[in-house]
């Protein structure tokens, strides 16, 4: 089959391409060799290799144009993708105008504008790069060429250039306003000692009794806090306040925010800057010991009931130590529980250390079960102070009976007592768990930090404080707001940071680089597709900056290449005459001379 290759052309790079479909880059195919004549004077040299004249700026641009769009066209990429990666990873806000960027969404944009910018600053550095000759240059040279080795590099350098977004991130909630906000009194204060004589002890004794097991872990007001240096056997908490917590502005506090309707049709309700408390547990050393007698308290119930707690605390600090232990199950079926030098005289094994801290926060919370969905820090820690009196009061209120006392309070003192101890049981002797009883005991520290708000509350509304002290705090005035909560892109802030850095240093050196090209006297010289001409044409150039005459140097050079063509030929008509014919050759009935039908002809003698 006949093969045609003017009809299929080979496009092996993009060379080919630009040269076939750029008409100033063509030169005629109808090259003559210089005849043998005299050596051309000088005059008649320069006359023939004119340099280039001078032109204008746009003069300058028409021979890099396609280099200088790949520019162009990645300097306006670099300036709207960082204005999108600040945008949405640096200020980590995924609206933009009406659009709203998800968490899914925005990995995939990364991903493909990544790896898309990274291409095309490839494309810009190195347009005409033959990887595989390059490559083979470089092994040649034993991997001597440091320009070499970071032409081949470009490509792995775009992939990692645009993995760097993509490092340690992960998704995170975000909220989106879009519906009604009301002025409300929100989050949580240390607890005020001075309203516990309003209220009664039945309601104390229920709310530590319910939440000693989970507060912790209730995810409507508590939620896992980031604290330096808590690991291990460390544990944080931030409590919020809660969606239930929160009241209407009004005189009396007894109107939640849900009251009404306003937030039935919304996604998610977000409480803009409210103060929280955060509490610490640290655990104590082995060696730490409470005075029995000084620091620790026995609490029983009537005779009847035979059972009992330990309740131990310390002042350390600004933190409170404390430790709790109940009445052993061998001790209460004999009901010695009312003896505590029986049970209460070793060392406690169940303690903790806790430390509070004062945040502002902005919290969002899920209008369907009232969950807290994400928590955003809107100022620093500061440590809170706690006393070691005020919570021994506030224990003596809710495991012993004052004298104004009724049933009620009586007998929900008692419940408060045994469930606690036969919680504390449960997991030391039944189902022995180390970590459940540290963990209830610290539920138990952190019930006044989360219900103090509610007692002024119940003072409030009851009216059992004097006028001048119903008011709320002003700290606790804020604002609630509904929308809806997505979840968004987020990641360590250096990637970002280092992407755009990265990305407008290579355009701003590139961009100096084509300055520098067009601010020449002269222009960059088209390429015509052949080798030695587009060397010649670059050397005059080279000698007319530097000065020099540039006389003979197209002839001598144009002269050398005659020399090698008239040699080559020579040689092989040399081939020709000196093999002899086949025997199976048929002379052709006409007598023409097979070297003569091959177009060979004698050569003159000198």
């Not at 000759?133 to 070499?148: E, Y």
């Amino acid at each position: 089959m006949v093969q045609h290759p003017e009809r299929h052309p080979d496009y092996s790079s993009f060379e080919d391409v630009s040269f076939d479909f750029d008409s100033d880059r063509k030169v005629s195919l109808d090259l003559r060799l210089p005849e043998r004549k005299p050596d051309p004077s000088p005059l008649v040299t320069i006359d023939e290799v004119q340099l280039v004249p001078k032109r204008s700026f746009w003069g300058h641009c028409r021979p890099i144009w396609l280099p200088l769009t790949a520019w162009l066209a990645s300097a306006l990429f670099t300036v709207l993708y960082s204005l999108f990666i600040h945008k949405v990873l640096i200020r980590r806000d995924p609206k933009i105008g009406v659009l709203v960027f998800e968490a899914s969404v925005t990995n995939l944009l990364l991903s493909v504008f990544s790896q898309l910018y990274a291409m095309v600053l490839c494309f810009m550095l190195s347009p005409a790069t033959d990887w595989f000759s390059v490559l083979k240059f470089i092994l040649d040279s034993r991997l001597k060429n440091t320009w070499g080795i970071f032409r081949l590099a470009l490509p792995f350098m775009g992939l990692g250039f645009g993995s760097v977004l993509k490092f340690q991130n992960s998704f995170q909630h975000h909220f989106i306003p879009d519906g009604p906000s009301v002025a409300v009194y929100a989050g949580t204060i240390p607890p005020d000692v001075s309203v516990l004589d309003n209220i009664p002890a039945s309601y104390m004794a229920g709310f530590f009794d319910t939440w000693a097991q989970q507060l912790m872990n209730y995810p409507r007001y508590s939620t896992a806090w980031s604290m330096e240096g808590c690991e291990g056997n460390c544990s944080a908490i931030f409590l919020p306040g809660g969606m239930e917590i929160a009241r209407k502005v009004v005189p009396l506090m007894n109107s939640t925010i849900l009251q009404g309707g306003t937030f039935n049709d919304v996604d998610s309700i977000s409480i803009m800057r409210a103060p929280g408390l955060a509490a610490r547990f640290d655990p104590l050393p082995a060696d730490f010991r409470f005075d029995i007698e000084k620091e620790c308290a026995v609490y029983l119930t009537p005779a009847g009931m035979s059972d009992g707690l330990q309740m131990c605390i310390r002042q350390v600090g600004d933190s409170l130590a404390a430790g709790w232990r109940a009445c052993p199950s061998f001790t209460q079926l004999y009901g010695e529980c009312p003896l505590p030098e029986r049970w209460a005289t070793a060392p406690l094994r169940t303690k903790t250390l806790m430390t509070v801290y004062r945040q502002n926060a902005t919290t969002t919370y899920d209008r369907s079960d009232l969950s807290i969905k994400h928590v955003t820090p809107t100022s620093k820690q500061v440590l809170q102070p706690m006393s070691a009196p005020e919570a021994l009061r506030i224990w003596r209120r809710i495991f012993i009976p004052t004298s104004k006392a009724d049933l009620i309070d009586r007998q929900s003192i008692n419940v408060t007592i045994h469930r606690l101890a036969w919680k504390y049981r449960t997991y030391t002797e039944f189902f022995p768990d180390h970590d459940v009883p540290v963990e209830q005991l610290r539920n138990f520290l952190a019930v006044p930090l989360q219900f103090g708000i509610t007692a002024l509350q119940y003072a409030n509304y009851t009216m059992a404080l004097p006028p001048e002290k119903r008011a709320f705090p002003p700290e606790l005035l804020t604002v609630a707001t509904g929308g809806r909560s997505i979840m968004k892109f987020v990641g360590p802030l250096w990637t970002a940071w280092v992407f755009i850095v990265s990305g407008v240093l290579v355009i701003v050196l590139s961009g100096c680089g084509f300055w520098y090209i067009l601010m020449q006297a002269h222009p960059v010289p088209r390429p015509s597709g052949i080798l030695e001409v587009d060397f010649a044409v670059k050397l005059e150039d080279v000698k007319a900056r530097n000065g020099e005459s540039s006389a003979g140097s197209f002839s001598e050079l144009t002269g050398t290449i005659s020399e090698r063509d008239v040699t080559t030929r020579y040689r092989g008509q040399m081939r020709l005459r000196l093999s002899p014919p086949k025997s199976e050759d048929k002379v052709p009935a006409s007598g023409v001379d097979l070297r003569s039908s091959a177009g060979v002809r004698p050569l003159p003698r000198s």
